[in-house]
């Protein structure tokens, strides 16, 4: 619907620029009109401008103009009167009412010789039939729409760019994209300077091209445009399309997040305004974010809206897009008899769009069929009739060489016939073989689409279910991080207790079991991922040594309590490859991981890691060895398959998943290598990866085991990071402020006991709570979930980050989309720091500490340096801005000793209070010691200049008391105004 609704905007011909001044004054003039032809037009224009802001009073102003036009018989009148109610017709979704309308309303408008409104009703009557999918139709009065705007010539720029633009609608629908942004491009040039509405909708055009094509950046950057151009001719259903295109590739580019915000944005303001089809699409892509996000039960409810919607509007594509979506919802959720009663609705409908299509063609060659038919046999009887006049003319005449003349042409004219007749004859026989043929064709082209459906739907099945494994694993995440930062928390504790020994075997049994479902937890998404083919792994050349010692540390311990013979063979050498860090560790790590488990204690393991050549190309060959039962034959070729489980997956205290093996093997082909099993005669069994060696001048790049770094991943033991309150500080200094805005119940109160001992905790639900909350109460650092009903997280750090008030507050974003795309996406929305869950609750101490540690150096900073520009101090644009504004502010009023905080706020833009909160966060001052301050360091520079004495320097800075002036000087220096002058002489 995006597309048509754009063709308002740039070539209906009878609608006016839609802007406040314009709307006045023609209410002004209507008032005023009186019963005549003037007042038919001023209605008229009215309905156009209120199309899209108002429909119903676009449908009273054309019903008047129609009853006066008729009482004045103004044909001109009568025919804008049609065409506005066909206006409304468009707006309610009634596309063969407003062709009907327009086209009743075409004869006047004929009769009046009013060529504009005949152009814009032929391009009306196109825009509907392209609602209706009716290309062709739609295309030829299109054609006829840019005839008579190039005969009318200047002042149809406007008009023309409307009609390009929509001969590249449908260039775009027969995927013909270089050709429709062409016609795109040669719309917005046409519309420079006549049409900035046109314009606009051009650029979501343009925008949409690009998207189709992949560039999905240009696709953000043309979208981004328009809806600014919109916002500023404030046009809100041009804004809310904007939103929704712009909210289609944002979930394209894999930013569900921001994908909601836009599509929550579009909908808001489409509901206000009431723009059926806007909200048709805003619910559409709802529900689809919803279902890529794993949350498919919420996204039913969105598609639910849609389909019935969608059915009220007769939109057929949505419909299709509706059923799709419910179907792979029930799917995800498990009910799979609702899930194939809507599959079963897509394949019909999608059926039924083939069909009546190629009724359309069947009846359309008909049709002209029947025209030849018709005049061959009109001109078969003129024949007939010239010859019987000309018979009785010859027997009249009564002379016999007139009659043998006459026979004579009697029989020429018969011959003539018969050719006729038998030429007609063929065209019969060719008509009918034609026809026969396009049966044939039709048959074979339903036979394709029906195989083409059946593939389809195995593909959409396929994809159900590799969603649900996505989304099941995601939703795993939020209680894993419940489950496993208490069982740390406890272990941690347990170090100190008497009953260390049986308390700390339980849970650590508990620990242990839950990292193993984390664990297999994330083995499902990288499967999901490399299923879908979204796991491009960037590979980074280097030498692999570090990488393999590490990971092979990772089992002494096991080892020595299994008293298992653990052997590391590295050559000095270094081994150069390109690689994924942490993709490659899992590999080895897994490998390892099976071989103790599959070796009985006393036995022994063997990593080995060498280059060799093989078939003239040098190899990085690393196995495992272990002494285990080892796998049989008949399993060897199926160890790597996923699921798949031999029958050693029953040895060992954990039974085998099959879901391992088969992600190494997928990882290993990702960096273009292979991996094998090898039976050997002794028992135990090798596994034995291949990587390609890179012969590198230099290495670029050396990379230590990923788990040095820390990845937000649970760990027992090792050094608490967490800087406990020194013994009897608490109490004699205010702590700082938290505020946690986190949905999930369980996890606010985790994270509220882990921060509790060390700051002020405030808590709120929701984004919407948390933006109330920070306004109200200006904590120090905001930590904040990211999908949250009202208002998620990422659009709350956008709020808090270009709010004054609020933009010096640091955000950490907290979420369980753990890729690096999720990661920029958060970091990029202005939040100061990102975790995934699961995550360490010590990690995210530190990571509060440091930020809010920063935030103090900054305000120390300020106040100890004499000479210091906003960009020293200010941490985010917003804050920047805030300081330079407010740093002029007091500079004009330093001569004015009646300069006080109250006033300062005034000019400011803010309150008191919210201006003494923003600048102790920023500069640990109040409103009123930060005027001080900036006096003083003013009266320091003009000391350093001997600009004047002491005293003419104190008033003209704002002190009207010289005492008073050298008491606070010595307070902020150290020294008095005139040691301060006499030292800075010296110096010179």
């Known amino acids: ?79 804008r009167s049609y065409v506005s109610l066909g206006i409304y017709h468009w707006t309610k979704g009634k596309y063969r009412e407003a062709i009907e309308s327009a086209k009743t309303g075409l004869p006047y408008l004929e009769k009046g010789k009013n060529n504009r409104a005949i152009a814009g009703t032929h391009h009306n009557i196109g825009m509907n039939y392209a609602a209706l999918g009716d290309f062709p139709q739609a295309i030829d009065y299109y054609y006829k729409a840019l ?122 303001l489409a509901e206000q305004k009431n723009y059926p089809s806007s909200i048709l699409t805003s619910l559409l892509g709802l529900g689809k974010v919803r279902s890529e996000t794993g949350q498919a039960a919420q996204s039913l409810g969105y598609y639910e809206k849609a389909r019935q919607l969608a059915e009220q509007l007769h939109q057929r594509e949505d419909r ?20 194939y009663g809507f599959q079963g609705k897509w394949v019909a409908l999608n059926d039924s769009v083939f069909n009546e ?116 694993s995601h939703e795993f995440r939020t209680p894993l991080t419940l489950i496993i930062g208490p069982l740390a928390e406890k272990m941690r504790s347990l170090t100190d207790a008497t009953d260390v020994d049986f308390r700390w075997n339980e849970v650590a049994v508990m620990h242990r079991n839950a990292q193993r479902l984390l664990q297999l937890i994330n083995q499902l998404l990288d499967l999901s991922k490399i299923e879908s083919g979204k796991m491009n792994l960037q590979l980074q050349p280097g030498a692999i040594n570090d990488l393999l010692t590490v990971a092979a540390a990772s089992f002494s311990s096991m080892a020595e309590q299994r008293s298992i013979q ?36 006393g036995g022994s393991v063997t990593l080995t890691a060498q280059r060799v050549e093989k078939q003239g190309k040098p190899l990085v060959q690393i196995w495992v060895d272990d002494t285990g039962m080892g796998i049989a034959p008949e ?23 099959g879901i391992g093996l088969s992600l190494v093997k997928e990882v290993i082909q990702l960096h273009n290598g292979t991996i094998r099993v090898e039976t050997k005669a002794e ?28 990845e937000g991943a649970l760990f027992v033991g090792g050094k608490t990071v967490a800087n406990e309150p ?81 933009s010096h507050i640091p955000m950490i974003m907290l979420t369980a989309l753990a890729t690096q795309d999720n990661k920029l996406t958060g970091l990029e929305t202005g939040a100061d720091d990102y975790l995934t869950k699961p995550f360490d609750s010590r990690e995210l101490l530190v990571r509060v500490q440091n930020l809010i540690e920063s935030r103090r150096k900054l305000r120390e900073r300020f106040g100890r340096e004499l000479r210091i520009g906003p960009t020293d101090i200010a941490v985010t644009s917003a804050d920047e801005k805030f300081l330079m504004r407010v740093m002029k502010i007091v500079e004009d009023n330093l001569g004015n000793s009646q300069f006080s905080a109250e006033e300062f706020g005034r000019e400011a833009g803010l309150s008191r209070m919210q201006l003494h909160r923003k600048l102790t966060a920023l500069t640990g001052q109040s409103a009123g010691d930060f005027i001080r301050v900036m006096r003083l360091k003013r009266a320091a520079q003009l000391l350093e200049g001997q600009a004047a004495t002491v005293s003419e320097i104190a008033y003209e800075v704002g002190f009207n008391s010289l005492s008073y002036f050298s008491k606070v000087f010595r307070e902020q220096f150290g020294v008095l105004p005139t040691e301060y002058a006499n030292r800075s002489n010296a110096s010179v």
């Not at 979930?251 to 915000?261: G, I, S, V, W």
């Not at 060696?693 to 788990?707: D, G, N, Q, Y």
């Open 635 to 657: 399993q060897v070729e199926r160890v790597f398959e996923r699921f798949y489980q031999g029958t050693t997956s029953l040895v060992g205290d954990q039974p085998g998943t």
């Open 683 to 710: 028992p135990g069994a090798r596994f034995v990866v291949e990587l390609p060696f890179e012969e590198l001048a230099e290495t670029v790049i050396e990379v230590s085991s990923p788990r040095s770094r820390s």
């Open 357 to 472: 299509e190629s009724a359309k063609k069947i009846a359309r060659v008909q049709a002209e069929y029947q025209s030849e038919k018709k005049q061959a046999e009109i001109e078969l009887l003129k024949k007939n009739q010239e010859v019987s006049v000309l018979w009785r003319n010859t027997v009249g005449a009564g002379l016999l060489l007139t009659l043998v003349v006459g026979a004579l042409v009697v029989s020429r004219q018969r011959l003539k016939i018969q050719k006729n007749q038998a030429l007609l004859a063929q065209s019969r026989v060719v008509s009918e073989k034609n026809e026969q043929l396009e049966r044939q064709t039709r048959q074979l082209e339903g036979q394709a689409e029906t195989l083409a459906t059946q593939a389809r739907q195995l593909q959409e099945l396929d994809e159900v279910k590799s969603r649900f494994f996505a989304n099941i």
């Open 320 to 339: 299709l897009s509706a059923y799709k979506g419910l179907a792979a919802a029930y799917a995800a959720t498990g009910n799979f008899p609702k899930a």
């Open 726 to 806: 020194e013994s009897g500080t608490e109490g004699t200094e205010v702590r700082p402020t938290l505020l946690i805005v986190e949905d999930n119940d369980d996890l606010r109160m985790f994270i509220r006991n882990q921060l509790g001992r060390h700051y002020r905790v405030l808590e709120r639900e929701n984004g919407a709570r948390g933006l109330e909350a920070a306004l109200e109460l200006s904590p120090d650092l905001i930590i904040s979930d990211w999908m949250m009903p009202e208002m998620d997280g990422a659009e709350l750090c956008r709020r808090i980050k270009t709010d004054e008030r609020t």
């Open 147 to 268: 005839k008579v705007y190039e005969k009318m010539g200047d002042g149809t720029q406007a008009d023309l760019a409307g009609t390009y633009n929509a001969i590249g609608v449908i260039f775009e629908h027969q995927q013909k994209y270089d050709q429709a942004l062409q016609h795109y491009w040669q719309s917005y040039r046409k519309n420079a300077g006549s049409d900035p509405r046109g314009q606009a909708g051009v650029l979501i055009n343009i925008g949409t091209i690009y998207q189709l094509k992949g560039d999905l950046r240009k696709a953000v950057f043309y979208l981004n445009q328009s809806r600014s151009n919109f916002e500023k001719i404030k046009e809100p259903i041009g804004v809310a399309m904007s939103l929704n295109h712009l909210g289609a590739v944002y979930l394209k580019m894999k930013q569900p997040d921001r994908a909601e915000t836009h599509y929550q944005q579009a909908l808001k």
């Open 566 to 601: 653990y052997t590391v063979q590295l050559p000095t050498e270094r081994l150069l490859v390109r690689y994924h860090a942490d993709q490659l560790e899992k590999v080895v790590t897994n490998l390892l991981s099976n071989a103790f488990k599959f070796t009985p204690n």
């Open 1 to 79: 619907m995006g597309k048509i609704l754009l063709l308002l905007f740039c070539g209906i011909g009878l609608c006016a620029v839609a802007q406040p001044s314009k709307r006045d004054s023609l209410e002004t003039l209507l008032r005023k009109a009186g019963p005549d032809t003037n007042r038919v037009r001023l209605l008229n224009d009215a309905a156009a401008i209120y199309w899209s802001s108002d429909p119903e009073r676009l449908k009273r102003y054309a019903e008047e103009a129609m009853k006066l036009s008729r009482q004045l018989d103004f044909n001109v009148g009568i025919g």
